[in-house]
C-alpha cells in the first residue's frame, strides 16, 4: 500500500491532500486568516456564567464568544486557576508543578457558578473551531500532542489507546511512561507509540515539557484575550498524527514549506527525509497526481462508484443522508440478495472514504439496499467498521435497523470541507450542470454495462456533440483506443452537431438508441 501526502501552497492557502495507492481519501485547507484552530491555547475572560445551562460564555477573541459547559472545565479547575494567578502575577516562576500544590478537585455534579465568576482570566483550549453560526467549543482540561505522547497538566494519571491491542504492549507502555513522567503531568500514550523505546518516548516528552514551559512564561502580565499557545501547523500535525512507514512519498510546490516539512519529517523519523520531494513543474501539482479530477467527481451530490452503483449524499442542519443506488447494473450470474450485498459493500468502502474526505461530522444516515438474510447484514456491518478503522475522527456505528438504515456519529470539530462542483452550463440556459469532467466517468459506466449486457455482441456507435467526439479520440493511446484494449470491442463515435455538450446516445448497428 502506497501513502503519499501532496502539499500545494498557494498565497492565501495550503492545501494537503493524502493518497491511498493513488485514491484521495483525505482533503485538508490550511488558511491564514484560521486563528482559531482545533488544539490552540487561549488565555482568556468567563464573559457569564449562565446557570440554566451550566455553562459560561467566554471570550477568546472571536466575533461571537466561546461556549464552555461545566463538564468540560475539568477536575483540576481550582489548580489550574490557582497556577493562572500565581504566574500571571509573577508570584510563581517553577512550571515543572512538582512542587506546585494542588487544589481539591471540583464536584463532577456541581454548578457552573461554584467555580468561576464573570471577568476571571482563565486557559481553555479550542476542542471544535467555529462551524456555522456557532463560536468556538473551548475546554479547560488542557492536553499538549506529540508524536508518541499527549501530556495532560495537573494530572497523574497513565492511560493507553484502545487501538493498542496487545495487554503486554500496554503495560510495557505504562512501565516506560511512569519511570520518565515529571510529576503534576498526565500521559495519554498515543497509537503510534507501540513498540517504541524509551529513548524515543521520553525525547517526546520532554518537547511537550518544553512547550509548556514556553507557554507559561507567555502569561507573565498577558493579555486577555491572547494566545499563548499554537498547535502545529496542519502540515506537521497531519504528519504527527498519520506517519508511518508505509508513506512513500511527501511532494510539496513550495520551497519553504519543503524545507519544514523536511525538517519536521527528520524530527519524527530519522532517515525517511528523503521521501520528501520538492515538485518542480509546470503542470500544477494537483493536476500531476491526479487530484483536482477526483475532486471534481468525488464532491457534490452524487458520488460514482464501480460498476455503475452511486451514492446521493443530502445534508440538513440536524443531519446528513446518504442513499445507495446499484445504478443500471446488468448482472445476470447472481440474485437480488447476492447483488444487493456487492452493491452495499462497495458503498461502505466509499461512504468510509467519503466521510474521512468531506470531513463530515454529526449524525449520518445510511440507506443500504435491503437485504433479507442476516449474516449478510452482519457481513455488512463488520466490512463497514474495518473500513473506517483509519478514521482519526472518534465515531460510533451502529447495526442496522430493521429499515436497512445504518446510523453513524463521527466527531465533527472543523467545518465540512464543501467544495463546489458544479459550472455554469455551456449551452447557455442559465442553469448549474455538473463538472464536464464527470461526463467521462459516466460514458465509462455506460459504456461498461451495455458491453455486459444483451447487446453485447451488436455494433455500438456513440453519438455526441463533435467537441467531446474530439477530446475522444486524440492522442496515443486515445480514451477510444483504452476502451478496445480493455473490453475487446471497437466502439465507433459519430459526432452530431445537433447535440449539445453533454447530451449523448449510445445505438446499436440497426441505429435504434439503446441507452
Not at 451530490?301 to 445504478?327: C, F, P, Q, W
Not at 456491518?381 to 447495526?399: F, Q, S, T, V
Request: glycine share 6%; proline share 4%; aromatic share 8%.
Amino acid at each position: 500500500m502506497n501513502r503519499e501526502l501532496i502539499v500545494r501552497s498557494s498565497s492565501d492557502a495550503v492545501d494537503f491532500a493524502l493518497l491511498k495507492d493513488g485514491k484521495l481519501t483525505e482533503l485538508h485547507k490550511e488558511e491564514d486568516n484560521n486563528n482559531f484552530s482545533v488544539g490552540d491555547i487561549f488565555l482568556a475572560k468567563i464573559r457569564k456564567p449562565v446557570t440554566g445551562l451550566n455553562a459560561a460564555f467566554v471570550n477568546v477573541g472571536y466575533e461571537k464568544d466561546a461556549f464552555l459547559h461545566y463538564h468540560d472545565l475539568g477536575p483540576q479547575l481550582s489548580s489550574l486557576l490557582k497556577f493562572i494567578k500565581q504566574v500571571s502575577t509573577g508570584k510563581l516562576k517553577d512550571y515543572s508543578l512538582g512542587n506546585f500544590k494542588f487544589e481539591k478537585d471540583i464536584d463532577k455534579n456541581g454548578v457552573i457558578t461554584d467555580v468561576v465568576k464573570a471577568n476571571q482570566s482563565i486557559l481553555v483550549q479550542i476542542v471544535k473551531e467555529p462551524i456555522s453560526t456557532k463560536g468556538p467549543r473551548i475546554s479547560s482540561e488542557l492536553s499538549i500532542a506529540g508524536r508518541y505522547l499527549v501530556m495532560v497538566p495537573f494530572s497523574d494519571r497513565v492511560s493507553v489507546s484502545q487501538k493498542i491491542a496487545s495487554n503486554e504492549e500496554k503495560d510495557r507502555l505504562k512501565r516506560l511512561v511512569k519511570s520518565i513522567k515529571p510529576k503534576g503531568f498526565g500521559v495519554i500514550i498515543r497509537t503510534v507509540a507501540e513498540g517504541k523505546k524509551v529513548a524515543e518516548l521520553d525525547k517526546d516528552l520532554e518537547n511537550l515539557l518544553a512547550k509548556w514551559s514556553t507557554m507559561c512564561k507567555k502569561l507573565y502580565k498577558a493579555p486577555t484575550p491572547s494566545k499563548v499557545l499554537v498547535e502545529l501547523n496542519r502540515a506537521s500535525s497531519i504528519l504527527r498524527d498519520i506517519f508511518n512507514d508505509t508513506f512513500t512519498g511527501i511532494h510539496v510546490d513550495d520551497e519553504t514549506l519543503y524545507g519544514q516539512i523536511q525538517d519536521y519529517v527528520e524530527e519524527i523519523a530519522p532517515g525517511k527525509d528523503s521521501i520528501v520531494k520538492l515538485y518542480k513543474s509546470n503542470v500544477p501539482i494537483f493536476e500531476k497526481f491526479g487530484i483536482e479530477r477526483q475532486i471534481k467527481t468525488s464532491f457534490g451530490r452524487t458520488a460514482s462508484m464501480s460498476k455503475g452503483a452511486y451514492l446521493i449524499i443530502e445534508h440538513t442542519e440536524a443531519l446528513h443522508v446518504i442513499d445507495v443506488n446499484s445504478g443500471n447494473r446488468s448482472n445476470k450470474a447472481k440474485n437480488q440478495e447476492e447483488t444487493a450485498l456487492e452493491v452495499n459493500l462497495l458503498a461502505a468502502s466509499e461512504i468510509a472514504r467519503q466521510l474521512r474526505l468531506r470531513d463530515m461530522g454529526g449524525i449520518i444516515v445510511v440507506d443500504f439496499i435491503d437485504m433479507v438474510k442476516a449474516p449478510n447484514r452482519r457481513k455488512l456491518y463488520d466490512h463497514l467498521r474495518d473500513e473506517m478503522k483509519d478514521d482519526r475522527a472518534k465515531h460510533k456505528i451502529l447495526p442496522p435497523s430493521k429499515f436497512g438504515l445504518v446510523q453513524i456519529t463521527r466527531q465533527r470539530v472543523r467545518p465540512e470541507m464543501n467544495i463546489k462542483t458544479t459550472e455554469e452550463n455551456p449551452n447557455g440556459t442559465g442553469k448549474e450542470i455538473e463538472a464536464p469532467i464527470v461526463l467521462i466517468d459516466k460514458i465509462n459506466a455506460d459504456l461498461e454495462r451495455l458491453l455486459k449486457g444483451p447487446k453485447k455482441d451488436n455494433g455500438i456507435t456513440l453519438n455526441i456533440h463533435p467537441f467531446i467526439a474530439a477530446y475522444l479520440m486524440k492522442g496515443f493511446p486515445s480514451i477510444r483506443s483504452k476502451w478496445f484494449l480493455e473490453h475487446k470491442k471497437w466502439i465507433k463515435i459519430q459526432p452530431r452537431d445537433a447535440y449539445t455538450y453533454l447530451e449523448y446516445r449510445f445505438k446499436d448497428k440497426d441505429g435504434k438508441t439503446i441507452y
